[in-house]
Nanobody, 120 residues
């Protein structure tokens, strides 16, 4: 059974920083792209950042220059470093990854979500 577990959310003041992590576990053969999405109340889920298995990255316009995505392939983990946080960054952040298990086809997996609240 493959699963993604996120950690690192919480409350931070505007202008502050916060780091999220997402670890994949289970019978994993390979992990393709890993992504972070977020969803604020009353809004659609938004793609925040993507990192390929080779390390290429892409960011949503609203977070460019402030957020950094990275991954540690040895640990099957992706990270999201968030700096210069704004109240509008408040959302539930979800990890997503394309994973091929040791037995079976590749599937899209989601984490359970972690709340990030930016407020004074």
């Amino acid at each position: 059974q493959v699963q993604l577990v996120e950690s690192g959310g919480g409350l931070v003041q505007p202008g502050g920083s916060l780091g999220l992590s997402c670890a994949a576990s289970g019978s994993i053969f390979s992990i393709y792209a890993m992504c972070w999405y977020r969803q604020a109340p009353g809004k659609q889920r938004e793609l925040v950042a993507t990192i390929t298995s080779g390390g290429s990255t892409n960011y949503g316009d609203s977070v460019k220059g402030r957020f950094t995505i990275s991954r540690d392939n040895a640990k099957n983990t992706t990270y999201l470093q968030m700096n210069s946080l704004k109240p509008e960054d408040t959302a539930v952040y979800y990890c997503n990854a394309g994973i091929r298990a040791k037995i079976g086809a590749a599937y899209d997996y989601w984490g359970q979500g972690t709340q990030v609240t930016v407020s004074s």
